[in-house]
């Protein structure tokens, strides 16, 4: 990604750069250079971005102060433009959000929610995690001072449950993946053993699979996966190995692959192994919304709140940005820059008039934005921890609600907790969104039931967030589909006239911060060259 | 495990108890308890542990302040006996240590560390993690207030690393993992596809078997393992994913399952699944020794410290112990108790003279203590991740260091940090034991240059601590053959006369605390039943 315009190394290629730096500075120096450029390589961001030089005088017009706008607004001001930004809420951040004990929150058809939890506890309806190769997004929650604390995703400990499958009994996720890995490598191991791979593998190969086989798929040494040492060691014990005259294991008994084939929780094995939610992720200490808020701390001076865009016009020397105060009402107002970043989701954007070209327009009628629905339901106790020894992590389940997400935080606490007890995507989130929030809560705390019992006991109160309800985004994310992105993609992301877009829609990571924040650097890296180079 | 010996539950199963509550008080309690009993079986500990009726007057003389003894002293006085511990060290604890700035450390052969980390900054020389399974040293650590937080073991983006493989050129444990788990999907998928394993299979599971495979492999249409979106999602992308016009992924190549295996780098993909190593893992805030530290200070009107125990005599009423002060010098002194606990390990043990049967005397002889070493080095600044995007777990190394593991706290800390940059057992740990401490630190600098070039110029200070030469344990671990276990672990066991022994080198967990822990309440458990009930 091409970040620093007017940097003289820009020109050079990365091997070329390295070897200047091996003659000039030795070999340690050019090692660490390597390193920081190879293996770094986790992420399009590159942390020493920083655009400098903007011509005197030159404004840019902000639309929306979600991250996107924001890292727009931070960025171009330190390169020297006047910026300025409206955004539609009584806040900043977005969908960078946390609800909190005491927080209003009005839906689309005007049921608003009193949210009760207590003080400390919150639900962050849109984003909750932070990868760690999003190195846009973690390095912006750097320079705000945003401290981040570990988001356990993977959590061996908690369930994967259907309805259908061992009596609706939930199944410890260890279990699962142990006894079907187990499984996979035993069937392999017999399949290279009777030499029915003998084209595909070569006969010296052979021997270390079987090996790497008996390894990884905790086989005994007739590479089998039995009830024994090996295979209890990772599915748990029936009596855990303990301490004295107590301290005898007796092992478990693996579940066939059969039951668990038909059993579908096969399908959560992998939940863990795509990068995003790959170990180590984050999450912001005291919810996500930290990072909107203290962003918009931070440009208080150029956001105006309330203001919501009814339309947007450019001419030959700017973009003229007419809105209406939402709080004060009164006659539209108009802001004026020589150049606009908009922000505003392609949901809302579609509903507002803007000269731009018609390949842009219709890229941004051609994004429909998905469904999805959470639900936080405070719990009087944190019984997942102290009654099941599920600290953190995620339980998946057949039923509507989908997942049950755990605190990843204060864990031990002795005070309460708030569980999210649904997050529902396509289908199911459309039943949920078509629910009322009180609806959406009782059918969450029904569902869980049936995973913990002691929700009957334990629940207290919920607050209900479904996204096609929201009035600032009428959906959860761009829902791109393959071939709207190859119509419509690279004409939403051209600088049109004096207008660029922004925005996780804008990215090829929709639906993450880390996609907000990349295609705020991509549009105004390319918008500042456009300034400045013409 | 039989935990309240004069509680009228205890003579009830499970299923008699549950049915009892379930008549009482309803369905829901009934749910509840289930959970509390038979979902939480993770661990031989109860959270109700609980002793109470000591006749009075009756004392316990514990030898040695480190977990095993601390636990025993403050459940022993809980339910009425008087105790006292005598403890070797100037510092409770035992192994449970964390070593600071400012510390002093001196080894046998009588070298003596002056350890110069920065303020905050550690190394845990002993225990480092605590399992979510490991319930007894969980629960103390609440009842001592010690704040927890994640250990995160498992990092997709820390490295695999051989010598001989990939031109010594560390891989990311995610590219190593996704390409084995992708070959040995895409191999079983071949060989159910050729009808290879019809016997093993049936053609029902068959077909679901594919499509887990394809799910749980990252395998493509045609159930191949390949360069693409699945595959590059999980081991990484060449270029990736992001904002705007540079946000196009290009995939990377797959490592072939050949190279793979000759690799070696297979050995370390299990290495989370291992119940002690899944997530979610906790750390005490501040360094293990936390726990120790705490633990003496409740226990401290009952503890004497510089205590060398040198003779354990019993005789019809009671115990006595023969101790010299290691700071102030001076004739032997006794302490007595009516019973004692000894938590002394088996390699100090076997060298004072105690009148026990010939048989726990054998047990004591039949434990050999493993060597390990631990190497901690401060490093200018959090390079592995500002450069390469690592946040806390482990880098798995074939040079003798190991390992390479990275602090699970103050992540994006701009400061210094302080990594374990070796963890030996075995064959190496002897010729680590046989350096001075110096070159300990020099080794693992030099070996884990080879994987973080940066150690070149961010190397500050280290220290080294290798448990064959620690005076007071002399060794890491008891490290129980399975015949010498078949032969003498019951034997170790049993109450001799008045005396008991616990700790880890008494449980089925050895080298980790919570053998320490359930070791220590199996043995005064048994201890309170043959004193209340003769």
Redesign the interface.
């Known amino acids: 990604?091409?970040v620093i315009a007017d940097d003289a190394t820009q020109s050079m290629s990365r091997r070329e750069l390295m070897t200047l730096v091996g003659k000039v500075a030795g070999t340690?120096?050019m090692?660490?250079m390597?390193?920081?450029l190879a293996?770094?390589?986790?992420?399009?961001?590159d942390?020493r971005f920083s655009l400098s030089g903007a011509p005197k005088g030159a404004s840019v017009l902000i639309l929306g102060a979600g991250l996107a706008g924001m890292v727009a607004a931070y960025e171009l001001q330190k390169a020297g433009y006047k910026v300025q930004i409206l955004e539609y809420n009584n806040r900043t951040g977005g969908r960078n959000w946390s609800l909190y004990g005491g927080d209003t929150y009005t839906e689309l058809g005007g049921i608003t929610q009193h949210v009760q939890f207590d003080k400390g506890l919150y639900l962050n309806p849109g984003p909750w995690r932070l990868p760690?190769?999003h190195?846009g997004i973690?390095h912006y929650?750097?320079m705000l001072g945003v401290k981040?604390?570990?988001f356990?995703q993977?959590?061996?400990?908690a369930y994967i449950h259907s309805q259908n499958a061992f009596g609706g009994k939930?199944q410890r996720y260890?279990t699962v993946?142990?006894d079907?890995e187990g499984a996979?490598?035993e069937?392999?191991s017999?399949?290279l053993q009777?030499s029915?791979?003998d084209q595909?593998?070569?006969k010296e190969?052979r021997e270390?699979?079987l090996q790497?086989?008996r390894?990884?798929g905790?086989l005994d040494q007739n590479y089998r996966y039995v009830k024994g040492r090996a295979s209890s060691?990772?599915r748990?014990f029936d009596?855990?190995?303990?301490?004295?005259?107590?301290?005898?294991?007796t092992y478990s008994e693996p579940v066939a692959?059969?039951d668990i084939?038909?059993s579908g929780l096969?399908?959560e094995?992998?939940a863990n192994?795509?990068?995003p939610e790959?170990?180590?992720l984050?999450q912001p200490v005291g919810g996500m919304g930290v990072i909107g808020r203290k962003f918009g701390e931070l440009l208080k001076n150029v956001i105006r709140l309330n203001s919501k865009v009814v339309e947007i016009k450019q001419d030959e020397t700017g973009v003229t940005a007419t809105y209406v105060d939402t709080v004060k009402g009164g006659p539209p107002q108009t802001a004026r820059g020589d150049w606009c970043v908009c922000t505003i989701p392609a949901s809302i954007l579609s509903q507002i008039p803007m000269n731009v070209s018609p390949a842009m327009q219709q890229a941004i009628y051609a994004i429909p934005y998905g469904a999805s629905c959470k639900v936080g339901l405070q719990m009087k106790r944190r019984?997942w921890e102290?009654?099941?020894?599920?600290?953190?992590?995620i339980t998946y389940t057949d039923q509507m609600n989908a997942i049950i997400a755990y605190p990843?935080t204060d864990?031990?606490s002795k005070g309460k907790g708030v569980l999210l007890g649904a997050y529902t995507f396509g289908p199911n989130a459309s039943i949920f969104t078509s629910m009322t929030p009180q609806e959406r809560i009782n059918a969450a705390v029904q569902m869980g039931a049936n995973i913990?019992?002691?929700y009957?006991?334990e629940f207290e109160t919920g607050v209900a967030v479904a996204w096609h309800r929201v009035p600032w985004t009428l959906g959860c994310q761009g829902t791109w589909s393959e071939d709207a992105r190859a119509t419509h993609y690279?004409n939403i992301?051209?600088i049109d006239g004096r207008i660029v877009l922004?925005g996780e829609h804008?990215?090829?990571?929709p639906a993450w911060q880390?996609?907000?924040?990349?295609?705020?650097?991509?549009?105004i890296t390319?918008l500042h060259q456009r300034i400045t180079k013409g």
Chains 1, 2 share one sequence.
């Open positions: 990604m091409s340690a120096a090692y660490q390597m390193s920081s293996l770094a390589a986790n992420s399009t961001f942390k760690y190769n190195q973690l929650c750097q981040l604390e570990s356990n993977a959590n061996y400990a939930p260890r993946k142990a079907f996979v490598a069937l392999l017999k399949s009777q029915q791979l595909a593998v070569t190969d270390i699979l790497a086989l390894n990884w905790a060691s990772r748990g009596h855990w190995p303990g301490g004295g005259l107590d301290g005898e294991p692959l059969s084939l038909k096969w399908g094995i992998a192994d795509g990068i790959q170990p180590t984050f019984f102290e009654d099941e020894d599920i600290y953190g992590g990843n864990y031990f913990h019992p002691q009957r006991t690279k992301c051209q922004a804008v990215s090829m990571i880390e996609g907000a924040v990349t295609s705020s650097i991509d549009a390319r």
